[in-house]
């Protein structure tokens, strides 16, 4: 049986291709950005639904899976109830429509993992409430895409939620670790800096992310009050000054950035270049087919709001391996087939 899904906050189908991967069929999407629904529709060759708050439930084919990215809207938590009523206001809110609508047998909700500390943790259990209160068991957990196969220091809160048993985090499959030199391309059009533009550190470290902080750009942002080795480092967005070690892992790629000022140590080379855009994609799983938008700096946008595809294939294969979409009678009838497969 080919079990269903949707994806909501859809980007540009990320969730799909990691739950197409595991054998799941996606029946419905929602993406409110154009430029988005254009990439997502020429890969995937299904035009996006828009704007969420527009959806009819009722209208959505039936699915045994919802799949959101959502936004962090400001949540109200003047009541007192805590749960779904509190989420009014919030695209959350239109989420848990769609569930008390069409009651799926699992969630599978993704976020910064800041979203934890959100108005000092309040924001996070109002969503936790209210999808209890739609009557499902939930987990959640901070996974980082380089426990799964990729070089990408790239953690994300991920809530789920199911009609019968708890999904237990603990059955993911993690991957060894790889670093960055695995995922460079062997030939393009690279961008290298003049030594004259950087200053490599003395003493790098391997940090417990797996980045290894080589040097920064000599770039005058900040003078005064600072540690040594940081004078040149951005303070609005931390990582575009800074060059890392290909040895390494590479830091979270970020929806922020569309100049793509990520620069790369190579030691054999003795240089510095920044990492190309068909790497960036790379380092998120996507694969070389995939058609990215015409413009440079959308694309990186789009790809730092993205999510990590493996992370995402490794949650759509456990939840079929924990049996969480097969309900009590099938259980039975598979437990007494494989019973009797073993008898014999």
Same mark, same amino acid.
């Given at each position: 049986?080919?079990?269903?899904?949707?994806?909501?906050?859809?980007?540009?189908?990320?969730?799909?291709?990691?739950?197409?991967?595991?054998?799941?069929?996606?029946?419905?999407?929602?993406?409110?950005?154009?430029?988005?629904?254009?990439?997502?529709?020429?890969?995937?060759?299904?035009?996006? !639904?828009? %704007? &969420?708050?527009? +959806?009819?439930? #009722?209208?959505? /084919? @039936?699915?045994?899976? =919802?799949?959101?990215?959502?936004?962090?809207?400001?949540?109200?938590?003047?009541?007192?109830?805590?749960?779904?009523?509190?989420?009014?206001?919030?695209? !959350?809110? %239109? &989420?848990?429509? +769609?569930?008390? #609508?069409?009651? /799926? @047998?699992?969630?599978? =909700?993704?976020?910064?993992?800041?979203?934890?500390?959100?108005?000092?943790?309040?924001?996070?259990?109002?969503?936790?409430?209210?999808?209890?209160?739609?009557?499902?068991?939930?987990?959640?957990?901070?996974?980082?895409?380089?426990?799964?196969?990729?070089?990408?220091?790239?953690?994300?809160?991920?809530?789920?939620?199911?009609?019968?048993?708890?999904?237990?985090?603990?059955?993911?499959?993690?991957?060894?670790?790889?670093?960055?030199?695995?995922?460079?391309?062997?030939?393009?059009?690279?961008?290298?800096?003049?030594?004259?533009?950087?200053?490599?550190?003395?003493?790098?470290?391997?940090?417990?992310?797996?980045?290894?902080?080589?040097?920064?750009?000599?770039?005058?942002?900040?003078?005064?009050?600072?540690?040594?080795?940081?004078?040149?480092?951005?303070?609005?967005?931390?990582?575009?000054?800074?060059?890392?070690?290909?040895?390494?892992?590479?830091?979270?790629?970020?929806?922020?950035?569309?100049?793509?000022?990520?620069?790369?140590?190579?030691?054999?080379?003795?240089?510095?270049?920044?990492?190309?855009?068909?790497?960036?994609?790379?380092?998120?799983?996507?694969?070389?087919?995939?058609?990215?938008?015409?413009?440079?700096?959308?694309?990186?946008?789009?790809?730092?709001?993205?999510?990590?595809?493996?992370?995402?294939?490794?949650?759509?294969?456990?939840?079929?391996?924990?049996?969480?979409?097969?309900?009590?009678?099938?259980?039975?009838?598979?437990?007494?087939?494989?019973?009797?497969?073993?008898?014999?």
């Amino acid at each position: 049986m080919q079990y269903k899904f949707i994806d909501l906050f859809a980007g540009i189908g990320g969730f799909r291709k990691g739950f197409e991967d595991a054998g799941f069929k996606c029946v419905f999407t929602s993406e409110i950005n154009p430029q988005c629904q254009q990439v997502y529709e020429t890969n995937f060759g299904d035009k996006p !639904f828009g %704007d &969420i708050t527009k +959806i009819n439930p #009722t209208d959505i /084919p @039936n699915f045994d899976i =919802l799949l959101g990215g959502f936004p962090c809207q400001p949540f109200s938590i003047s009541g007192k109830k805590m749960g779904f009523e509190d989420t009014r206001g919030t695209l !959350f809110f %239109d &989420i848990c429509q +769609i569930i008390d #609508t069409k009651q /799926p @047998n699992v969630v599978v =909700l993704e976020n910064v993992k800041h979203l934890i500390h959100h108005d000092k943790g309040r924001t996070f259990k109002v969503i936790l409430k209210a999808l209890m209160d739609l009557g499902y068991n939930v987990t959640h957990k901070i996974l980082n895409a380089k426990d799964f196969g990729l070089p990408q220091n790239r953690e994300r809160i991920f809530i789920i939620a199911t009609k019968k048993h708890y999904f237990d985090f603990a059955k993911l499959k993690k991957k060894k670790k790889v670093i960055l030199r695995d995922f460079l391309d062997t030939e393009g059009n690279f961008e290298f800096i003049d030594k004259s533009e950087y200053t490599l550190i003395d003493t790098p470290k391997n940090q417990e992310s797996g980045l290894i902080f080589v040097g920064y750009r000599n770039k005058n942002i900040w003078q005064k009050g600072v540690r040594e080795n940081t004078e040149h480092l951005s303070r609005v967005h931390r990582q575009p000054n800074r060059i890392y070690s290909i040895d390494g892992t590479h830091p979270t790629i970020p929806s922020q950035e569309t100049a793509g000022r990520f620069f790369i140590y190579i030691p054999e080379l003795d240089t510095v270049r920044k990492l190309t855009i068909n790497e960036c994609y790379k380092i998120m799983g996507f694969q070389p087919n995939f058609i990215k938008h015409s413009n440079i700096g959308e694309q990186y946008k789009q790809i730092g709001n993205s999510v990590a595809i493996p992370v995402i294939r490794a949650i759509a294969e456990s939840i079929n391996e924990q049996k969480l979409l097969i309900d009590e009678p099938q259980r039975q009838v598979v437990g007494d087939l494989q019973a009797l497969l073993f008898a014999y």
